[in-house]
Every structure is written in structure tokens, then in C-alpha cells.
Nanobody, 124 residues
Framework: QVQLVESGGGLVQAGGSLRFSCTASGRTFSNYAMGWFRQAPGKEREFVASINWSGRNTYYADSVKGRGTISRDNAKNTVYLQMNSLKPEDTAVYYC?????????????????WGQGTQVTVSS
């Protein structure tokens, strides 16, 4: 089992920035690709970004490309998502996920473990 705990959400004005963190425990962190998803009110959970085990490869949804940066620190068992130029449509619960397979997957079913989520609200 892998336990994931997110932090860093909050209320921010449009145009602002937030940095989310997700700390893992339970198994060897570097064995897993890591990802971020989000779920807005009334919508399905959607892929945001992912990173491979080493941190060398990343993948982004078009909606955050150029505004989001995913990174990881395997020594700290932590993955980060830096979001800049936030928009009201970025308002959602952001979830961290871990996959024992490829990082290059965007469907929920391809991810093995999930955190509880952190709320992000962007005001206009």
C-alpha cells in the first residue's frame, strides 16, 4: 500500500500561484510514477499532470500546459505541482495519484493509489 497526503490548497485570486505537495509513505516512492488530477464541482475527475519515477519525463493536460510544473524529490518522497496564472476554472479538488506502471497515462483506472485531495478555489 502507498499512502498519499496532499497539502497546499487554498483560496487564491485569479492570476495568482499555488504550490501543491503530496507526500507518500508505505512503499519505495521512486518505484512509482506520480500524477495530479482534479475534480471540479459537478464534473468528472480529470488528469492534470504526471511525472515518471526519475523526474526526467513529464506530461501535462492541455488545460495546464505552460502554467503548471510537476516535479518530485525522491529523497523526500514528495511530488509537487506548481500552478501559476490561476483561473477561476482551475477551482477544484486536486488529487495526487501513484502508478506502478507508466507515467504516460491519463485515465483514473491506470493509477493505483490516491490521496484524499486538497481544495483549491480561485476567485475572479
Amino acid at each position: 500500500q502507498v499512502q498519499l497526503v496532499e497539502s497546499g490548497g487554498g483560496l487564491v485570486q485569479a492570476g495568482g500561484s499555488l504550490r501543491f505537495s503530496c507526500t507518500a509513505s508505505g512503499r519505495t516512492f521512486s518505484n512509482y510514477a506520480m500524477g495530479w488530477f482534479r475534480q471540479a464541482p459537478g464534473k468528472e475527475r480529470e488528469f492534470v499532470a504526471s511525472i515518471n519515477w526519475s523526474g526526467r519525463n513529464t506530461y501535462y493536460a492541455d488545460s495546464v500546459k505552460g502554467r503548471g510544473t510537476i516535479s518530485r524529490d525522491n529523497a523526500k518522497n514528495t511530488v509537487y505541482l506548481q500552478m501559476n496564472s490561476l483561473k477561476p476554472e482551475d477551482t477544484a479538488v486536486y488529487y495526487c495519484a501513484a502508478s506502478g506502471g507508466s507515467y504516460f497515462v491519463t485515465l483514473e483506472r491506470d493509477w493505483d493509489y490516491w490521496g484524499q485531495g486538497t481544495q483549491v478555489t480561485v476567485s475572479s
